[in-house]
């Protein structure tokens, strides 16, 4: 077994460590994410968001809305996977996450929105940020 191993390493030297390169600078760019712009975001959330959403869940999707719609899917799917990454790489994963889902669309994105937020260890951490920055609570409906 150790033959093997030893062989299949020097055969693929160049990817393995390409691939560890390219492993840690997403490592260092998830980590940047998680902390930087993930509390940005939180603090930018409407206290009332959860409220206002409930309340206007069902939109008609006009041709200008689209362009505007696909880039917010885009970068929700993008902070989805960097939160799933934060979930074993430093990080705040699960808010990450949140952001992520936050900007999908998709059928029972708003329960899931819900139930996330409401996970002890998501809400603790978010009302004590808004808290030191002087912001209302998350408010539900």
Same mark, same amino acid.
């Given at each position: &077994? $150790?033959? *093997?191993?030893? +062989? /299949?390493?020097?055969?693929?030297?160049?990817?393995?460590?390409?691939?560890?390169?390219?492993? +840690?600078? /997403?490592?260092?760019?998830?980590?940047?994410?998680?902390?930087?712009?993930? =509390? *940005?975001?939180?603090?930018? &959330? =409407?206290? @009332?968001?959860?409220?206002?959403? $409930?309340?206007?869940?069902?939109?008609?999707?006009? &041709?200008? &809305?689209?362009?505007?719609?696909?880039?917010?899917?885009?970068?929700?799917?993008?902070?989805?996977?960097?939160?799933?990454?934060?979930?074993?790489?430093?990080?705040?994963? *699960?808010? +990450?996450?949140?952001?992520?889902?936050?900007?999908? @669309? /998709? =059928?029972?994105?708003?329960?899931?929105?819900? *139930?996330?937020?409401?996970? =002890?260890?998501?809400?603790?951490?978010? @009302?004590?940020?808004?808290?030191?920055?002087?912001?209302?609570?998350?408010? /539900?409906?």
């Amino acid at each position: &077994m $150790a033959e *093997w191993c030893t +062989t /299949f390493y020097e055969q693929h030297r160049e990817f393995l460590v390409g691939l560890g390169i390219g492993l +840690t600078i /997403f490592s260092i760019v998830a980590f940047i994410v998680g902390i930087v712009i993930t =509390p *940005w975001l939180i603090l930018k &959330m =409407p206290a @009332d968001y959860f409220v206002k959403r $409930a309340a206007h869940i069902r939109k008609k999707l006009t &041709m200008s &809305m689209l362009v505007p719609r696909i880039v917010r899917n885009c970068l929700g799917v993008v902070f989805l996977l960097v939160g799933i990454a934060l979930l074993v790489l430093p990080g705040p994963g *699960w808010l +990450t996450i949140l952001l992520g889902v936050t900007l999908l @669309d /998709f =059928p029972g994105k708003y329960r899931l929105e819900i *139930w996330i937020i409401k996970l =002890p260890f998501i809400k603790a951490p978010v @009302d004590l940020l808004r808290q030191k920055h002087n912001r209302e609570p998350i408010q /539900f409906p």
